[in-house]
C-alpha cells in the first residue's frame, strides 16, 4: 500500500474544513493518502497565509508522533548520515505533565469567544491590526469577552485543556490595563467567579500553565518567544508571526510550567524592569536551550524605565512611528521577499535608515581554468 500524502484537492465546499489554528470556516485543506483518507484533522495547511499560515506537513506529523508511521523501517525514511547533515531541532525529551487537573469546561470557553462583541482590548488591537490579523489572533489564542467588555485570557495547556481564564479590563484608547482598585471587576479569575456561582465544587483546585501553550503541539518548528503578559504576547504574535509568543503571567513566574518548552529554541523577551530577575532565574533551570533578549535596557531612555514598558510597547511605537522615506524603501523591496519576513525587513530599514538605490542580479563569478603544469 502507498503511503504518499497530498493535499485534497478541491471537489466542492465539503472538501474544506475548519483551520485548527484560526478557526476559520471552510478555509483548511487535509492532507489526503492516495484512498482520499485524512492523515489526521490537524494535518493540513490554511488558505489564509497572511493572516493565519499554519501549514503542518505529514513529514512534521511523523516527526512529532514516530508511533504513527505505517512501517517503522519504510524506505521512505531518511538515512542516517543524511539526518545528521541537516541542522534539526533537538527531540523534546519527556515532559512532565500533570495527569489530573481541575479544568475549565471547553463550552464556557466557546461561549466567551464572540466575533460579534469585541472587548476593550480587542476595540484597541483594531488600532494596530487589521480586521483578518485581530480575527486570527482571537481565535489562535482564543480570546474571550465578558457582557462588560472585559478581555479573558485563557490558558490552554499543551494536551488543549483549559486551566483556568483571567479577566482583565483596558482601556480601548490606550491599551493600558485599568488599575484603579476603584473600578468593579478590574481583575479577576474565571475559576473564581464559577465557584461564586456554584458552577464548580468548591474543592476545586487551580493549576496553571504557560499563557498560548496549547499552539505549541500546532507549530512544531517555531522558535518560541516567551513574555511576561499575555496582553504582550497577542500584540507581538500580530506584530511578528516567525515564533510562537507565549506569556508566564508575571515576572515571578519562572518555574516549572515552562518544563513543555525543554527541547525547544526559546527566546525570552522580559519586561525593562524584569531584565536582571529572568537572566538569574532561567540560569537556575536544568535543560533549556534560550536567549535572554536585552533591547530594552541597552537602548531603552530613561522614561521608559519609569514607564516600565515591555517589547510590546517598543514594537507598538515603532509601528507608529511615521518614517515615509523607510516606507518607501519597504515597498520598493517588498517583492523580492517572502512575506514571512516582511516584518523583519521593515523593521531592518526603520532602525537602520536604509535607502532604496536599486536592484541589481548578482552574476556567480565563473570558476577560473585549473593551470596546466
Not at 499563557?211 to 512544531?220: A, Q
Not at 531592518?348 to 536592484?359: A, N, T
Request: hydrophobic share 35%; charged share 25%; net charge negative.
Amino acid at each position: 500500500m502507498e503511503y504518499d500524502y497530498h493535499l485534497q484537492k478541491y471537489a466542492g465546499p465539503a472538501s474544506r474544513h475548519t483551520c485548527p489554528s484560526c478557526g476559520g470556516k471552510r478555509c483548511f485543506t487535509l492532507y489526503v493518502d492516495n484512498d482520499g483518507n485524512p492523515l489526521h484533522e490537524t494535518v493540513g495547511r490554511c488558505d489564509h497565509e497572511s493572516g493565519c499560515n499554519y501549514h503542518y506537513t505529514p513529514r512534521q506529523y511523523f516527526k512529532d508522533h514516530p508511533e504513527a508511521r505505517p512501517n517503522a523501517e519504510d524506505w521512505r525514511k531518511a538515512p542516517e548520515w543524511l539526518d545528521r547533515s541537516v541542522h534539526q531541532r533537538p527531540p523534546c525529551p519527556p515532559v512532565h505533565r500533570v495527569d489530573k487537573v481541575d479544568t475549565i469546561p471547553d463550552d464556557i470557553v466557546a461561549r466567551s469567544i464572540r466575533p460579534t462583541l469585541d472587548s476593550d482590548f480587542i476595540t484597541f488591537l483594531r488600532t494596530l491590526f487589521d480586521p483578518i490579523t485581530v480575527s486570527s489572533l482571537i481565535h489562535e489564542y482564543r480570546i474571550g469577552v465578558t457582557r462588560e467588555r472585559a478581555v479573558i485570557f485563557y490558558q490552554i495547556d499543551i494536551q488543549g485543556r483549559c486551566r483556568t481564564g483571567k479577566v482583565m479590563k483596558y482601556d480601548p484608547e490606550t491599551g493600558h490595563r485599568i488599575k484603579d482598585e476603584n473600578t468593579k471587576g478590574r481583575i479577576t479569575w474565571v475559576h473564581s467567579l464559577m465557584k461564586y456561582a456554584g458552577q464548580l465544587p468548591q474543592e476545586w483546585t487551580l493549576t496553571q500553565c504557560l499563557f498560548g501553550e496549547h499552539l505549541l503541539p500546532l507549530f512544531p518548528e517555531k522558535p518560541v518567544a516567551l513574555v511576561e503578559s499575555e496582553k504582550t504576547a497577542i500584540i507581538c504574535a500580530g506584530l511578528i508571526p516567525k515564533f510562537i509568543w507565549l506569556a508566564t503571567g508575571g515576572k515571578s513566574q519562572i518555574n516549572s510550567r515552562l518544563d513543555v518548552l525543554k527541547g525547544r529554541s526559546i527566546t525570552a523577551f522580559p519586561d525593562i524592569d524584569g531584565y536582571s530577575t529572568w537572566v538569574e532565574k532561567l540560569a537556575q533551570l536544568e535543560g533549556f536551550s534560550y536567549t535572554v533578549c536585552d533591547l530594552l535596557v541597552k537602548y531603552g531612555k530613561p522614561e521608559d524605565h519609569d514607564a516600565h514598558i515591555d517589547i510590546a510597547d517598543w514594537l507598538i511605537r515603532w509601528h507608529r512611528t511615521p518614517n515615509p522615506r523607510a516606507d518607501a524603501t519597504f515597498a520598493a523591496v517588498a517583492q523580492y521577499f517572502s512575506p514571512e519576513v516582511h516584518e523583519e525587513i521593515r523593521a531592518l530599514i526603520h532602525d537602520l535608515d536604509l535607502e532604496f538605490v536599486g536592484v541589481e542580479k548578482i552574476k556567480k563569478e565563473e570558476d577560473s581554468p585549473a593551470q596546466m603544469d
